[in-house]
């Protein structure tokens, strides 16, 4: 039924006539049955999980393969962390632990959720330039917490049927949605703080089926590090000297924010297939992110730990 949904324009019938309370109580309904499905017992005693896939992404005309490794800890853990490969590999870590970030030297936030990373040997390289003040950097650690809080829900929406205990949120029933191989029920999911997603769920076995969301259309800039070069008079190349890095990271900057005000809202949409039993809960295996109706990344996830011991260090933070 998955594929079947992909690229579709879903019909959404909403009900619009039944009361508020009428639709939390439906998706309660739905939600409950969802749970059943996916392993009542086991889910309510999930206190870590942890998982690793094999990542394929489309970057505009490049394809980018990586391995994913997510560990969540309940009820103010996770951490995701990505080993890129090729020529075009770069290597993240984002989560948060508690309300404070987890992310690498080198790498900040900028306007509109947009992300640089300034790459130097061996990898990041802490930022030359100004550096926040205390204010400032409070507010960009609440503002990266609360898009990685985001991040693990919309991806727990689809394989467990709820939002990260760190962002509690509301559920409402939002109508049905069609396709030729059936029929979908639609739950909308919110908190008072701005997050806004809509989980479908397979009437046929009340697994989830995706999870769809709003967004800036995303951007990564990259300055600095080795390699970067200017073509000089002669037709040879040189390497870029520290102060014009700086001022290519300073022009990298400003970039960012002429392009926040530009960028457009798109629908992101988290597909969720090949479910298999682990641990006594169904989870699912296959799992594809589309940015506009174009499918641009796709996990193939081959293991899949429920409540065994992370390593502390995994939710190390800096000292931002």
């Known amino acids: 039924m998955t594929r079947t949904f992909i690229g579709l324009a879903l019909a959404l019938a909403v009900i619009a006539a039944t009361p508020a309370t009428a639709q939390d109580t439906k998706a309660a309904d739905v939600l409950a049955k969802a749970r059943q499905a996916l392993g009542t017992e086991k889910l309510d005693s999930i206190k870590s999980l942890a998982l690793q896939a094999a990542t394929q992404r489309n970057v505009g005309s490049v394809q980018m393969a990586s ?76 503002a990266a917490v609360r898009a990685q809080r985001a991040e693990i829900s919309r991806l727990m929406l689809g394989w467990l049927g709820t939002t990260h205990p760190a962002l509690p949120a509301d559920y409402t029933y939002a109508g049905e949605a069609e396709s030729p191989d059936g029929k979908a029920h639609v739950i909308d999911v919110k908190d008072a703080g701005g997050f806004s997603a809509r989980l479908f769920i397979d009437q046929n076995n009340y697994l989830p089926l995706m999870v769809t969301y709003q967004g800036r259309a995303p951007r990564i800039v990259t300055a600095g590090g080795p390699g970067p070069r200017t073509q000089g008079q002669q037709g040879h190349t040189r390497e870029l000297s520290d102060e014009d890095r700086k001022k290519a990271e300073a022009g990298a900057e400003k970039l960012i924010e002429q392009q926040a005000a530009q960028a457009p809202t798109v629908e992101f949409t988290m597909f969720f297939d090949d479910w298999r039993e682990v641990d006594g809960i169904r989870f699912p295996h296959v799992m594809r992110r589309a940015t506009a109706g174009e499918v641009t990344e796709e996990w193939a996830i081959s293991k899949v730990k429920v409540n065994q011991k992370i390593d502390a260090k995994k939710f190390a933070v800096d000292a931002r």
């Open 67 to 142: 391995d994913v490794e997510i560990a969540v800890e309940m009820p103010d853990k996770f951490v995701r962390t990505e080993a890129g490969k090729g020529m075009m590999a770069i290597n993240m870590t984002s989560g948060f632990n508690g309300d404070r970030p987890i992310m690498p030297a080198g790498t900040s936030m900028g306007p509109g959720g947009a992300m640089m990373i300034r790459i130097g040997p061996g990898g990041p390289i802490a930022n030359d330039g100004p550096k926040p003040t205390p204010e400032e950097q409070k507010k960009l650690n609440k």
